[in-house]
């Protein structure tokens, strides 16, 4: 089984930046690099959305519009880690992030994953 983890949330200026993490714990045969990661957001009152997301190869990344330009997707299979690194931040940004995993395909569909991490809070202040 895999579990993930997300850090690095916080409180930031409008035009700031974070980065978070998103670290994988993997039980024996379990392998990280074989898996499809995602970030998803989640704002008070909404549903989940789907942020950006990246093969897991690192080979290829996806991003929705309103994040695209100014969010970078990676990973680090060796440090069992992916990262969002935001930049330009929005209050429009503010919400709980997650990451999520699966070994089937990446998608943008929060369904497709069954595997999700607790979630990182992240304020973006006008």
């Known amino acids: 089984q895999v579990y993930l983890v997300e850090s690095g949330g916080g409180v930031v200026q409008a035009g700031g930046s974070l980065r978070l993490s998103c670290v994988a714990s993997?039980?024996?045969?379990?392998?990280?690099?074989?898996?499809?990661v995602a970030w998803f957001r989640q704002a008070r009152g909404k549903d989940r959305a789907f942020v950006a997301g990246?093969?897991?190869?690192?080979?290829?990344?996806d991003y929705a519009d309103s994040v695209r330009g100014r969010f970078s997707v990676s990973r680090d299979n060796a440090q069992n880690t992916a990262y969002l690194q935001m930049n330009n931040l929005e209050p429009e940004d503010s919400a709980l992030y997650f990451c999520?995993?699966?070994?089937?395909?990446?998608?943008?569909?929060?369904?497709?994953?069954?595997?999700w991490g607790q979630g990182t809070q992240v304020t973006v202040e006008s």
């Open positions: 999520a995993a699966n070994l089937m395909t990446l998608s943008r569909t929060p369904d497709q994953y069954d595997i």
């Open positions: 993997t039980a024996y045969g379990y392998s990280f690099s074989n898996y499809e």
């Open positions: 990246i093969r897991y190869n690192g080979g290829s990344t």
